[in-house]
């Protein structure tokens, strides 16, 4: 169905109260979803954006239109390197510091938490962590659109292909088998969690959301704004923003990582995590641990910048150009000062301009700037000097949808997806199931150029 095609205001009304873009990966399914409802409405599809107008997003004539625009494919630990990061960045530290502190309340949200995995894995981190419901007042609250993603959430029961991320001792220690080859949900995993339908869109600005809930510690919203029409990404993101403590963090994927959506929160790059902090958040940040290629920028002083080598150069036939350490550079970068860590990252290109690590962070600082025809380029150089790295496809994904290529941009995802998949089963020495999407090779020509 062309764009010409749809009722007036249709679009508009969609993009209001959901905040979702027709013209989304699943847009191919959207037409046929829309003709069956007009079938069920007087006046048929003349008559559909008033009909619409009527009623709650719960109700069944828009769980069709949700059901058709939103992918909920998802699974636990998915992409194990993310929750790795998020876990070693913002959760384990939070967890630390408020036992530390004597006060053991905590309280997650996971917002778009389709049918469940996501919280559950949280709450599996938790666990980990020493948190449980005996000894910790804890909540995670896990929201979603689709009335049908809740009522599987909430019910809790998997297939294996679902489980495949995790290790023999996790799914002995958090499911148990339910039969016809599926796994219940461990009870001491369920009740950490509380899972609402829920609109992003229409949360009011302030709002402390469900229930007059403390603000959160962490609340993680995952290739969820990539969906969304522009002014939508800047409301909700706003919005996400106004529910954090004061020492709160937001989880985001590399493809969502716009500083200027999150602000005045900073951002902080973990590699393939992108998580944005308070003030407050980022001056607890004492140790410097690295995360894949991440430093802490609160251990390198902002001076640092500034230092020159007051040494006379040393006589070349030709000269010498500075290669700034990318670590600096990205501390730089979380530190604000974006157009300082673009030229540093340009300066280590121009001493070594196959360096694929230089290509990736200047890619994330120029998406940063909302240069996205610039991330684009140096995305695509990155891929071609590293074509095992799922972080550069993220970013070059991330670039496809913002310069508005949405179907490149999810064979993309789905192949850098894919990549980390295998780099993990590797590791491990498993298996994987047969690939549901292009593997990056069969995209990488048709996207990258």
């Known amino acids: 169905m062309e764009d ?217 919203c995952r290739n969820v704004l990539m969906y969304m029409v522009p002014d939508a990404q800047r409301r909700i993101a706003a919005r996400l923003c106004g529910a954090l403590s004061e020492e709160g963090w937001i989880a985001v994927s590399p493809a969502e990582s716009t500083a200027d959506w999150f602000q005045p929160l900073a951002p902080v790059n973990a590699g393939d995590a992108i998580l944005f902090s308070t003030k407050s958040a980022a001056a607890n940040r004492k140790t410097t641990p690295r995360v894949g290629n991440a430093i802490d920028p609160a251990s390198i002083p902002v001076a640092a910048a500034a230092r020159r080598d007051d040494r006379p150069p040393i006589p070349t036939k030709h000269p010498v150009v500075p290669k700034p350490d990318l670590a600096l550079v990205r501390s730089v970068a979380d530190a604000g000062r974006l157009r300082e860590a673009e030229m540093l990252c340009r300066q280590a290109l121009k001493a070594d301009d196959l360096n694929g690590e230089a290509l990736i962070l200047l890619t994330a600082i120029l998406a940063e700037l909302g240069d996205f025809t610039g991330a684009f380029d140096s995305a695509r150089r990155a891929v071609y000097l590293m074509p095992s790295s799922a972080a550069a496809l993220n970013l070059l994904a991330g670039a496809l949808l913002k310069l508005g290529h949405t179907e490149r941009a999810r064979r993309t995802f789905a192949a850098a997806e894919r990549l980390a998949e295998e780099t993990a089963a590797s590791a491990s020495g498993r298996e994987l199931a047969p690939a549901a999407e292009p593997r990056y090779q069969e995209v990488n020509h048709a996207d990258c150029h």
Request: charged share 25%.
């Open 4 to 220: 010409r095609s749809l009722p007036a205001g249709l679009a508009d009304l969609i993009a209001r109260r959901l905040g979702l873009s027709v013209q989304g990966p699943a847009r191919n399914s959207f037409a046929p979803a829309l003709m069956r409802l007009a079938s069920q409405i007087d006046g048929g599809l003349d008559r559909l954006a008033v009909a619409l107008g009527e009623k709650s997003f719960a109700s069944d004539a828009w769980q069709t239109i949700i059901n058709a625009l939103v992918i909920g494919e998802t699974r636990f630990l998915r992409q194990r390197t993310w929750f790795g990061q998020v876990e070693g960045v913002a959760l384990a530290p939070i967890v630390a510091r408020k036992a530390l502190a004597g006060r053991k309340q905590l309280r997650v949200w996971c917002a778009g938490c389709s049918s469940g995995e996501e919280p559950y894995t949280i709450a599996m981190l938790l666990r980990e962590l020493r948190v449980d419901r005996e000894t910790w007042d804890i909540e995670i609250l896990a929201t979603d659109l689709r009335r049908d993603a809740i009522a599987a959430a909430k019910a809790g029961e998997y297939d294996a292909n679902q489980l495949r991320e995790l290790n023999d001792d996790r799914v002995a220690k958090y499911f148990q088998p339910a039969g016809r080859g599926r796994y219940a949900i461990a009870k001491v995993l369920r009740d950490m969690v509380r899972f609402e339908l829920g609109n992003l869109a229409e949360i009011e600005p302030g709002n402390r959301h469900y229930d007059g809930a403390p603000p959160y510690d962490l609340i993680i």
